[in-house]
């Protein structure tokens, strides 16, 4: 594998991946006022839902994240709305709102933190957001639009969706000043072949391009939290710390199907309380909890296979053996590439997207102070990932505190240097989700079986033979110590220490790339499934079955849109919004 030499240097390496990694085609159009937040509507704890007053409302949205908020936003100009968010303001957090605390805000596991960890049973660390905004709060800012085979696939209405992207585009996205290590991998991809180099735009084409980010010039993070100013904030109430334990339905007898009549949420506090709809027959609940907490939550409520429920003591509501089903997560590999001076901190801003259904990306740099390396990370820290050789049951935070310990020692040289992404389009593995207890504030058990189908494993392969490729570009070779690129073998030696898993790694693992594949995977967050359309949805989001109940978000999805689907999950809260009030009220809507 490597030289006892090189063993130290193997070690340091390892430590890099969690603070380095967690670490003009659009036209402009005529001038517009400047999007301002004056118009967000007050951010309430949900202790202040009143316990006597019965307020009703005319759309209940579970989760104020990157759906919910536009479409809260959108439902609000002609409705009274609800929002109920489970985790706090993204507002006054230096660790969501500065792109330099990226790497702190993703790997905090205190119980109230943005961003809440899970591991899934492949053994792969995922995180899953805890605040409103949801997962644009705590991703790498990219922004790039679902391909247009995409958009036609799920049966969306062409014009409206490219409405619903300018939308968004307007309050929150902006266009990247490149840094030198996105400079380089655009280049270094063009050399390569994934050509041709389609310059900036937020449209997916074959070929190199740079997207947008929801990051501005300063480095300050714009999220779907925003999108509430789009709203009347007379019609919105936005609850936070409202952590919803089930929906609650009329299942009166005679009742063709049961209908869903409001929820039932707890406070900061632990109290309780139920929010109710209105009498309309057109009110709804609409879940917007993201791929891991909508399903989580359906099952919570009684909806799914009904022996699941059955063994949690859960009432059956409805039996639907989809419900958690169809899970997925886009597997990533990544590449750490030491460089000979400390590269500019940098997320995702340039993508290659090859025919062969693989994407390329990068990220660089440490946005800290030199201090702040030597600091613990929590269980998203790469000390955690040296445990990945060490049995399950000897895993423990003793051991984790001797890591963080020994790390104090590293120079700040090895924290230098930048990782080249490739990642599956699809994938056409798929897994599923289970309910571990019936606390809905716990995780799900989740199943994504990672390379489980030949084809993700095989494209994995070619992922990495092109970032080889692109490793021997003049555009990569200046930027190596001594200026003549690094051979593969080395490159995949350091990098499988530095990809930080739970699985154990196997000896062959860098003389087979379908080897290191397997061994090396982690999560770029883009996971979704568990309430398909057709299985659990019908066209329009209905959750079939039942009344007054639709999913809006990932979880719908069967499989991820474009390269990074924060672009379309923001569009998909505005279209399902328009598409909503449109039902209602026809071309009055004046949406």
């Known amino acids: 594998m490597a030289s006892s030499k090189g063993a130290a240097s193997l070690l340091c390496i390892k430590l890099v991946v969690c603070l380095c990694f967690f670490g003009l085609c659009q036209g402009r159009g005529t001038a517009k006022p400047p999007f301002t937040l004056k118009n967000l509507p007050p951010l309430e704890k949900a202790s202040s839902f009143p316990a006597m007053r019965r307020e009703r409302y005319d759309y209940i949205v579970v989760g104020g994240g990157t759906a919910g908020c536009p479409l809260a936003a959108t439902l609000s100009l002609k409705y009274k709305v609800l929002v109920l968010e489970r985790g706090g303001s993204p507002y006054g957090n230096r660790n969501i709102s500065y792109m330099e605390n990226f790497h702190i805000g993703l790997s905090n596991t205190a119980p109230d933190s943005s961003s809440q960890a899970f591991v899934s049973t492949d053994g792969v660390i995922n995180a899953?957001?805890?605040?409103?905004?949801?997962?644009?709060?705590?991703?790498?800012?990219?922004?790039?639009?679902?391909?247009?085979?995409?958009?036609?696939?799920?049966?969306?209405?062409?014009?409206?969706?490219?409405?619903?992207?300018?939308?968004?585009?307007?309050?929150?996205?902006?266009?990247?000043?490149?840094?030198?290590?996105?400079?380089?991998?655009?280049?270094?991809?063009?050399?390569?072949?994934?050509?041709?180099?389609?310059?900036?735009?937020?449209?997916?084409?074959?070929?190199?391009?740079?997207?947008?980010?929801?990051?501005?010039?300063?480095?300050?993070?714009?999220?779907?939290?925003?999108?509430?100013?789009?709203?009347?904030?007379?019609?919105?109430?936005?609850?936070?710390?409202?952590?919803?334990?089930?929906?609650?339905?009329?299942?009166?007898?005679?009742?063709?199907?049961?209908?869903?009549?409001?929820?039932?949420?707890?406070?900061?506090?632990?109290?309780?309380?139920?929010?109710?709809?209105?009498?309309?027959?057109?009110?709804?609940?609409i879940v917007s909890s993201g791929a891991i907490g909508s399903p989580q939550l359906l099952l919570l409520s009684g909806i799914g296979p009904k022996n699941d429920l059955k063994n949690h003591n859960i009432p059956v509501v409805l039996h639907n053996k989809y419900v958690g089903k169809g899970m997925a997560d886009n597997p990533m590999n990544s590449i750490f590439i030491p460089t000979k001076s400390p590269p500019r901190q940098s997320l995702i801003e340039t993508v290659g997207i090859t025919e062969a259904g693989v994407f390329i990306e990068a990220s660089s740099g440490f946005g800290q102070s030199e201090k702040?390396?030597?600091?613990?990370?929590?269980?998203?820290?790469?000390?955690?990932?040296?445990?990945?050789?060490?049995?399950?049951?000897?895993?423990?935070?003793?051991?984790?505190?001797?890591?963080?310990?020994?790390?104090?020692?590293?120079?700040?040289?090895?924290?230098?240097?930048?990782?080249?992404?490739?990642?599956?389009?699809?994938?056409?593995?798929?897994?599923?989700?289970v309910l571990a207890d019936t606390d809905v504030k716990n995780n799900p058990a989740v199943t994504f079986n990672y390379f489980s189908h030949p084809q993700d494993l095989s494209r994995c392969v070619y992922g990495i033979k092109t970032i080889e490729k692109i490793l021997k570009t003049n555009s990569f070779a200046h930027l190596t110590p001594d200026g003549a690129g690094y051979e593969m073998e080395r490159v995949l030696n350091m990098s499988v220490q530095a990809n930080v898993n739970l699985i154990p790694k196997h000896t062959n693992t860098t003389e087979s790339l379908e080897q290191f594949c397997k061994d090396t995977v982690i999560t770029i967050w883009h996971y979704h499934g568990g309430c398909h359309v057709g299985k659990v949805v019908d066209q329009q989001h209905r959750v079939l079955g039942v009344s007054g109940l639709r999913v809006v978000d990932g979880s719908t999805f069967s499989r991820s849109p474009g390269t990074n689907p924060q672009a379309t999950v923001m569009m998909m809260g505005r279209y399902f919004g328009v598409k909503i009030l449109r039902e209602r009220l026809g071309p009055a809507a004046g949406v």
């Open 128 to 285: 899953r957001a805890r605040v409103l905004g949801g997962g644009t709060c705590i991703n790498a800012g990219f922004y790039s639009r679902a391909s247009s085979s995409f958009v036609q696939d799920v049966g969306w209405e062409e014009d409206l969706v490219n409405e619903s992207y300018p939308w968004v585009e307007d309050k929150v996205v902006q266009w990247p000043k490149i840094a030198p290590w996105q400079a380089a991998l655009r280049d270094g991809l063009v050399e390569a072949g994934v050509s041709p180099f389609n310059g900036y735009t937020y449209d997916h084409v074959s070929g190199t391009k740079v997207g947008g980010t929801i990051f501005d010039a300063n480095g300050h993070r714009h999220t779907a939290a925003d999108l509430l100013a789009a709203g009347d904030p007379n019609n919105m109430r936005v609850l936070l710390h409202a952590s919803v334990h089930k929906i609650v339905f009329n299942s009166q007898q005679g009742r063709l199907r049961p209908r869903a009549i409001g929820v039932q949420f707890a406070d900061e506090d632990g109290r309780l309380h139920q929010a109710l709809l209105n009498n309309n027959r057109d009110s709804e609940v």
């Open 372 to 433: 702040s390396i030597h600091c613990h990370h929590g269980i998203m820290s790469a000390e955690i990932g040296q445990l990945s050789t060490v049995p399950p049951k000897q895993r423990s935070l003793e051991l984790a505190r001797e890591y963080a310990h020994n790390k104090l020692s590293l120079p700040k040289e090895v924290f230098q240097g930048g990782f080249i992404l490739e990642k599956i389009d699809g994938p056409l593995s798929t897994g599923h989700l």
